[in-house]
């Protein structure tokens, strides 16, 4: 009685290229785009009806800042699930951050949340922050 045995053997881009006969450019592996992680800070927790707060958001990729990098801002209330309204803010600066006046509502206990985007490009992973909230006092 003969058994099969499969084997698993993985070869180089070089190895592989020897035993097709194809260069190694064709087996050549695409750079992979590094993770990101973007984090979104308020100057305030709470405003005055009608008044500015400021978002400062900052992109990282493998513990440096990213620049150069566009990134969107979305926006909705915080008795609704989906978020809308997605506004371009900018490109983040050499230290990969940007920043952007918001005025989150101009009725007292309003609560506003807001979260910023970035869509990925050829060298970096898309990346969103955590949810904000900011509330309206008075």
């Known amino acids: 009685m003969r058994k099969s045995v499969t084997v698993s053997v993985a070869l180089s881009a070089a190895a592989a290229a020897a035993i097709t006969g194809a260069t190694t450019s064709a087996f050549a592996a695409r750079p992979a785009a590094h993770p990101t992680t973007l984090t979104l800070h308020a100057a305030h927790a709470g ?9 400062t ?71 969103h922050s955590s949810v904000i909230t900011i509330t309206v006092a008075g």
Request: aromatic residues 4%; charged residues 25%; proline residues 8%.
């Open 47 to 55: 405003v005055a009806p009608k008044h500015k707060d400021s978002l």
């Open 57 to 127: 958001a900052t992109l990282r990729s493998l513990g440096k800042p990213v620049a150069g990098a566009p990134v969107v801002l979305e926006s909705r209330a915080s008795d609704t699930r989906k978020f809308g309204n997605p506004t371009d803010i900018g490109t983040t600066d050499d230290h990969g951050q940007v920043s952007v006046p918001v005025t989150p509502g101009n009725k007292k206990g309003h609560k506003e949340q807001y979260r910023v985007v970035f869509a990925g490009d050829a060298t970096h992973r898309a990346s």
